[in-house]
């Protein structure tokens, strides 16, 4: 079915860098892999460059070679498809004017973008995957462009956004998607915090506008909280983002307010 959904984006999850002095201690993996590359490239041809030192010498095992990783970045970071405002989509923007419409026996099924609550009561009302942002699947993004990135360098640039004209690299997109999601919590201009949404009370009140909740996902258009709160368990990795992006951030610091604590992030020049 060729839906536009966080399932084609999975493919970015299966990267990883091997360092020379790595492969020096595994002789017998290396041996292998030598093997491999010479007797079957019928496989060997969609694993990226094992072939090809990157950065350092390293070596990438992926799935994506730089022109599929090139094509999936350019849906992923288009902000009518998957960018919003608050990080990556569950499902692409594209499906609310275009749904997916599939016929069974007079039947019609279909998926919609839908960025919010899902409209239907499949597994119980908790189809929650057709447009929200979610925080686990977020973070392995950005994990993997960092990885890539170690491996293919500052001269590996991508349009971010798509069509804006301005290019970065996977670190600086990786940085930017974590700034995206960090808003999600934090006060904008008019003192209102995406994640409180619509709910007053939370927005307004003294004694409640600083108690942030750890929705279990969010709005996919304007980053409102949804489902259950508090899902620690996988939003409480906003607080890696946070210091990640403290210390090998953007160009700009902010300021994230989150309660009491008030974490200033700021690029760390002497970090290399």
């Known amino acids: 079915m060729k839906v536009r959904s966080i399932v084609g984006l999975s493919p970015l999850f299966a990267v ?4 020379p002095e790595d492969l020096k201690m595994l002789p017998g993996f290396r041996r292998r892999m030598e093997w491999f590359l010479r007797n079957r490239p019928d496989l060997s041809r969609n694993v990226a460059c094992m072939e090809t030192p990157g950065v350092g010498a390293r070596r990438l ?3 994506a070679y730089r022109d599929k990783l090139r094509r999936i970045l350019q849906k992923m970071l288009d902000e009518t498809e998957f960018l919003s405002p608050y990080g990556i989509r569950a499902v692409s923007k594209f499906h609310a004017s275009h749904p997916y419409i599939l016929a069974i026996n007079g039947q019609e099924y279909r998926v919609d973008y839908e960025p919010a609550e899902s409209s239907t009561n499949l597994f119980g009302g908790n189809s929650n995957w057709r447009g929200p942002i979610w925080f686990p699947i977020n973070y392995l993004i950005i994990e993997s462009l960092q990885k890539f990135h170690h491996y293919l360098g ?3 640039k991508v349009e971010c956004p ?3 004209g301005q290019m970065m690299t996977l670190w600086e997109v990786a940085a930017e998607l974590s700034q995206r999601l960090i808003r999600i919590f934090l006060q904008e201009p008019s003192a209102r915090r995406p994640v409180y949404g619509g709910t007053e009370t939370f927005q307004t009140n003294p004694h409640w506008c ?3 909740l750890f929705n279990e996902y969010f709005h996919g258009d304007n980053g409102a909280g949804i489902g259950a ?3 620690t368990g996988w939003t409480g990795l906003v607080a890696k983002l946070i210091q990640q992006y403290a210390e ?3 160009e700009n610091g902010f300021v994230a307010e989150t309660g009491d604590a008030l974490v200033k992030v700021v690029k760390v020049s002497s970090i290399s």
Not at 16 to 19: A, F, K, N, R, V
């Open 16 to 19: 990883i860098t091997l360092e």
């Open 61 to 63: 095992l992926a799935i």
């Open 154 to 156: 500052d001269d590996f």
């Open 162 to 164: 798509t069509g804006s």
């Open 210 to 212: 600083d108690l942030i």
């Open 229 to 231: 709160s508090h899902q």
């Open 248 to 250: 090998y951030g953007g």
